[in-house]
């Protein structure tokens, strides 16, 4: 089997790692223990991403150097991710001598393609600060909609796209200042040649998620791929061109070229071949990333590759984003938590087994319910696994387990067999999947026990060898149930190869049972989740002068709040955690108060209506339409429908693609004259628009009850 090469994107290091950024991270460090648990070759590499203007800000405004930002950052980002057990070969910084000889070496190949020309780019020109803006740095009112104080990209309350230049009264973030409109000479990277090769790359079997496939041959590669900006002029931190003298790489370019810089400097302490890695056919290199990071990851990384004739990642995966309680993570609610805050209240197994419980191949946003948080780990986690262990391991601390396999009635043997279905699904990045095909070997195991109750057994002296005999049993089903959960549970699975006395790091360990060992005296595995820990986490987080739970969530909470993946940060950062939904909802009362309920209808007239779960699969706007996007749907396997949606104030459309949705699909088809519109999406709101989306686990083509 080949030799896998395995990385998360970068966090940025202007802001800590919280639970949204965790989800990426427990997903790769799952599928890294997996593939090692087989025996193969894997190496999980990661760095912090430390360029840009945010962090020469930061420093800045701290009186520190940049390199002191940084070093302090990775010293924390390393604890955190420690603590949540994300295991990396390598952890390394964009800002190494290592990454500066990459980008010049691919910045040399780009030259030598004739890649690289230049270009007058006009942007917002901070005088007292002396440079140019960034969009995020610029705020100012709203072009289409004059609401004030909105940044120089996008607007928050209509949901507009525009350029910094196009503000009303524009203002730097940094100064105050008015900005001056100036130009300067960027240089930039030409893909377009690059089409043909990027079109057939991106299609390839199992290359990245179908839906993001589609939605790139959809949307970047139906038309001319525009150039690339890759320069900066100073001020900025990072690293001097050195032929443009006075210009510097942009942080998305020497950024992924970090993955590569982490390998070498793996390499060079291992003793390995940096080619054996980046240059062989007997490597497979997968890029674990969030969707609002696929642009660069799809299109510029692999011709940047391609043009340096290094190898290109054999899979992108791509998962969505993480919401809390249905809603955006937000400060003023205290759901945007630290990882630090995190565990200081609870243990990193509950939140690695609830990611991984609603981790899928797809690219579905993930919702962390607290409650569901809390009913899952303790009913599943505590009542179905660890109680195996403590409902049995005592009776058998004297005599140790039987010298042979006892009778099960092949209770063993079925779990053996279902290991190749386990580890095909976390093979698949499917571990909602893996976890659900584990607990069900639990409940045969729990029904085992429950029938043959070892405790009533240990009260008849004249039955210490069928004591023995079903604690046996017991143990082993619920050792390979552990193996089987090791990727994501690995300080479980350490404690229970100290009570068995076992090696628990082999996958094929839960093929063969173990006999006539000794059990240790039984220590507590997992304690269960205390609802009343949550709270405090959820109370730590809170701003002390927060506005009370329920008040709608503070601007900016989520990624731009931290900068990791946010555009203030101009970072390749993991996953942002905001997913769609917008700001939280009103209060009942009033939004009763708005609109009052329709007259009542009947059983019957609501059975008419069919409701059904459907994935968006593409989205477009709709040039003549002021409040249309154009969306088409699946209803599952090859039924689609085209759905015209008032929504295009509220939301891009490429933040809609993968989206599962609520359509009322019997309506009649609606003749409009940008087309045929063959259904409706449901959505809440009235003067903000919240389309409605199922639980996870929902599937296209589902009926609504």
């Known amino acids: 089997m080949k030799r896998l090469l395995l990385t998360s994107a970068l966090p940025y290091a202007n802001g800590h790692i919280h639970i949204g950024h965790l989800v990426e991270y427990t997903q790769t460090d799952i599928f890294a223990r997996y593939w090692r648990m087989t025996g193969r070759r894997c190496i999980y590499l990661c760095a912090d991403d430390t360029h840009g203007t945010a962090i020469m800000i930061r420093a800045r405004q701290e009186g520190r150097s940049e390199a002191d930002v940084i070093a302090d950052m990775s010293a924390a980002h390393q604890r955190d991710f420690a603590a949540f057990q994300i295991r990396f070969d390598h952890y390394g ?73 196009d503000l009303v009264e524009p203002r730097s973030a940094l100064t105050g200042a008015r900005p001056e409109v100036r130009s300067a000479q960027h240089l930039m990277v030409a893909i377009e040649p690059e089409r043909p090769f990027l079109a057939t790359w991106t299609q390839g079997e199992g290359r990245m998620p179908r839906e993001i496939a589609n939605y790139l041959a959809g949307h970047f590669l139906s038309e001319p791929l525009r150039d690339w900006d890759v ?30 810089a982490a390998s070498k400097e793996w390499c060079d302490s291992s003793g390995e ?71 200081k209240h609870l243990d990193p ?36 696994v660890v109680n195996l262990a403590s409902r049995s391991s005592r009776f058998v601390a004297q005599t140790g387990l039987s010298a042979s396999y006892p009778d099960d009635g092949g209770l063993f043997a079925a779990a053996a067999a279902e290991g190749d279905a386990i580890g095909a699904a976390y093979a698949a990045f499917d571990y909602a999947r893996a976890s659900r095909l584990i607990i069900a070997l639990a409940d045969r195991a729990n029904e085992y026990v429950d029938r043959m109750q070892p405790w009533a057994l240990a009260k008849q002296p004249d039955r210490k060898a069928e004591v023995q005999a079903v604690c046996t049993v017991a143990l082993n089903l619920f050792r390979q149930i552990v193996i089987y959960l090791a990727p994501v549970l690995p300080k479980l699975a350490d404690d229970v190869g100290r009570l068995l006395g076992c090696p628990m790091d082999r996958w094929e360990l839960a093929k063969r049972p173990l006999v006539g060992t000794p059990v240790a005296a039984y220590e507590h595995l997992m304690k269960r989740v205390d609802p009343g820990a949550v709270e405090k986490m959820i109370a730590e987080s809170r701003p002390a002068d927060a506005a009370a739970p329920g008040a709608a969530a503070a601007p900016g ?77 699946s209803l599952g396997g090859e039924a689609r429908r085209t759905v015209f949606a008032g929504i295009k104030a509220y939301y891009k459309p490429e933040d809609l693609i993968g989206r599962l949705v609520i359509v009322c699909a019997n309506l009649a088809p609606r003749k409009m004259k940008f087309g045929l519109s063959e259904g409706m999406v449901l959505a809440a709101g009235d003067e903000t628009v919240h389309l409605l989306s199922p639980d996870s686990g929902a599937k296209p083509g589902m009926r609504v009850h």
């Not at 061109?241 to 590569?260: E, H, K, T």
Request: charged content about 25%.
């Open 93 to 165: 910084s964009t800002n190494s001598p290592a990454n500066r000889a990459l980008c010049e070496e691919i910045w040399a190949s780009l030259r030598e393609r004739a890649m690289v020309t230049t270009k007058e780019v006009t942007q917002l020109f901070d005088p007292q600060e002396g440079m140019f803006l960034a969009d995020r740095f610029v705020k100012g009112t709203c072009p289409k909609c004059a609401a004030p104080d909105q940044y120089g990209d996008s607007c928050d309350r209509c949901g507009s796209t525009y350029a910094a230049t």
């Open 231 to 260: 320069s900066r002029p100073a001020p900025y931190f990072g690293f001097e061109i050195p032929d443009a003298p006075g210009n510097y790489w942009y942080v998305w370019f020497d950024a992924p070229i970090g993955y590569m």
């Open 273 to 343: 071949a940096f080619d054996d890695w980046w240059r062989s056919e007997e490597t497979e290199i997968v890029h674990v990333i969030g969707k609002d990071i696929v642009y660069f990851h799809t299109l510029f990384w692999p011709a940047m590759l391609r043009a340096a004739r290094f190898s290109l990642p054999s899979r992108v995966q791509v998962h969505g984003f993480l919401t809390v309680n249905g809603e955006k993570m937000s400060k003023s609610k205290g759901t945007f938590v630290l990882a630090s805050t995190y565990l």
């Open 349 to 384: 197994a509950y939140l690695r087994y609830y990611y991984a419980s609603k981790l899928g191949p797809k690219v579905d946003d993930i919702d962390l319910n607290l409650d569901e948080l809390v009913n899952k780990v303790n009913a599943e986690l505590v009542n179905k």
């Open 557 to 633: 909470a989520g990624a731009a709040a931290e900068g990791v993946g946010a555009v203030v940060a101009e970072g390749v950062g993991a996953a942002s955690p905001a997913a769609g939904g917008g700001a939280a909802a009103e209060d009942d009362g009033a939004a009763l108060a708005k609109e009052p309920l329709a007259p009542e209808c009947t059983i019957d007239d609501f059975g008419k209506v069919d409701l059904r779960v459907a994935r968006i699969v593409a989205a477009e706007h709709v040039p003549e339409a002021k409040k249309l996007l154009k969306l088409t749907v």
